[in-house]
């Protein structure tokens, strides 16, 4: 008896496995060779799935991420599958189950699946139904947006339907998506398709030029099998440097941006500029009070009480962020419309100097972007180092070192790459630990 398992437990080694206690998932109902035989829909139903020659192909070329069997012995058209979330993406170590359901004329027509795990995703409902193109009816796209080959072809497999909705897990298509609130809202103004051509203007504008050397016959040869390098955004030293400003001194206190530049109505935007009080319950529970009073929950480990303070700044911080953020938004999204404004100014009959006149708000409008995105960086970085120093705080509670010393490895300035970073490394260099490694005792380090 056979089943499909191309996922192994705990990190075993893919495989075709009979009956037996080394499934990962003993919960699917084996298939047996006599019943893929006896089929009468063995040519059309969705066991050719699992005929012999397939078993033998997936038992050299298992395919990672998931495994997939029937549901019911007594019906061959209603499959379960679990998937594993693909690494590096929001789902990675996620477990995720989903049911083919197969139609009786399959496999001239698709199968349909749905997610019986919840799952945000831009390309599943929110029902559960997924929704890509290679389970879509086979034929040409009345709307035009798919092209005949990327539909529900008769070749397609258990195992073929799968590789694509990893694929679409890990990289999801919010061109078209059936939950455009896991698409970003539904608002998104800008075209992906469009990001590599911004990319190569903006590069061009700052006198960047891609570089195209010269084919070798094995780059000619061999070049579909690489991994296409996309344009990238450039990072400008001036910005690099903005942000490491902010995380050479953690303790240095936030510099808010002043109110006249982002003017918001208090009522509107008080509920993000200063970081949560504690719930009255979570403070009774905290000190035992007999009468609960907002705030008078406190935390007994120095160390923590430093994370707690560090998390803080990390909220106002980046609440502070969220005024140039939203300012720009406002902004950007006006010049669109003074843009479009423009482009009919210019089909039509408007005069040139009432065209020159629209252009200072616009580059107004501009000048405003560029120093809101300047404020929302060094505040995000701002609110990085908080978070920064709160962790090195809860890595250093269990260290018997005194809390002074504590504090001050706490404050050191950050990199990124480490925790602590060189800064430590000297630290210890100068403590005169040539191995540069942590003391295990209380002794003080600074």
């Known amino acids: 008896m056979l089943i499909v398992d191309t996922h192994g437990n705990q990190g075993q080694k893919h495989r075709v496995t009979k009956r037996g206690p080394a499934l990962s998932y003993p919960m699917f109902t084996l298939v047996t060779s006599e019943d893929i035989a006896g089929s009468p829909f063995k040519f059309i139903s969705v ?27 007594n019906d061959l058209y209603r ?22 359901t197969f139609p009786r004329d399959y496999p001239l027509r698709p199968p349909k699946m749905k997610f019986i795990t919840e799952i945000w995703h831009p390309n ?54 059936a939950n455009v609130d ?50 990238a955004f450039p990072l400008n030293e001036a910005i690099a440097a903005l942000i490491k400003k902010e995380w050479k001194k953690p303790m240095r206190k936030t510099l808010l941006t002043p109110k006249r530049k982002y003017p918001f109505e208090e009522e509107s935007c008080s509920f993000w500029e200063k970081a949560p009080k504690l719930d009255v319950a979570i403070a009774k529970a905290s000190k035992k009070f007999a009468l ?16 707690d303070a560090f998390l803080k700044g990390s909220w106002e911080a980046a609440g502070g962020g969220l005024k140039p953020a939203v300012a720009a938004a406002c902004t950007s999204r006006s010049l669109m419309i003074w843009l479009n ?32 995105s300047a404020d929302s960086i ?32 706490c404050t050191i300035p950050c990199e990124g790459e480490f925790l602590f970073g060189s800064t430590l490394d000297d630290i210890l260099e100068k403590a005169g630990d040539k191995r540069k490694s942590f003391p295990l005792s209380g002794s003080s380090l600074l």
């Not at 599958?81 to 789902?91: C, E, Q, R, S």
């Not at 482009?343 to 120093?371: H, Y």
């Open 47 to 73: 066991l050719n799935c699992l005929n012999e020659d397939q078993v033998t192909e997936l038992n050299k070329n298992p395919v990672e991420g998931f495994s997939a069997g029937l549901i019911d012995d």
């Open 182 to 231: 896991a698409a970003g809202g539904g608002h998104n103004c800008f075209p992906l398709e469009d990001t590599d051509g911004l990319i190569k203007a903006v590069r061009s504008t700052m006198g960047l030029v891609d570089s195209h050397p010269k084919k070798t016959v094995q780059d000619i040869m061999f070049g579909g099998l690489e991994q296409k390098k996309r344009r």
């Open 124 to 177: 599943v409902d929110k029902n559960g139904d997924v929704c890509i193109s290679i389970l879509h009816e086979p034929g040409e796209d009345k709307y035009g947006y798919e092209k005949p080959e990327e539909r529900w072809l008769p070749i397609h497999t258990v195992e073929t339907i799968m590789i694509s909705v990893i694929s679409m897990l890990a990289d999801p298509n919010g061109d078209s998506p």
């Open 292 to 307: 609960p009073f907002e705030d008078m929950g406190v935390l007994k480990d120095p160390m923590d009480k430093k994370a």
């Open 341 to 372: 404004q423009l482009e009919g100014q210019l089909k039509g009959k408007t005069s040139r100097d009432s065209i020159l006149n629209t252009l200072p708000v616009m580059r107004g409008a501009a000048a405003f972007l560029a120093d809101s």
């Open 79 to 100: 499959w379960e599958v679990l998937i594993i979330g693909p690494p590096d993406t929001l789902y990675e170590g996620g477990v995720f189950k989903a049911h083919l």
């Open 378 to 409: 060094r505040l995000s970085a701002r609110a990085a180092v908080f978070a920064n120093a709160a962790r090195r705080a809860l890595w250093l509670k269990n260290w018997p070192g005194d809390l002074q010393t504590k504090t001050k490895l």
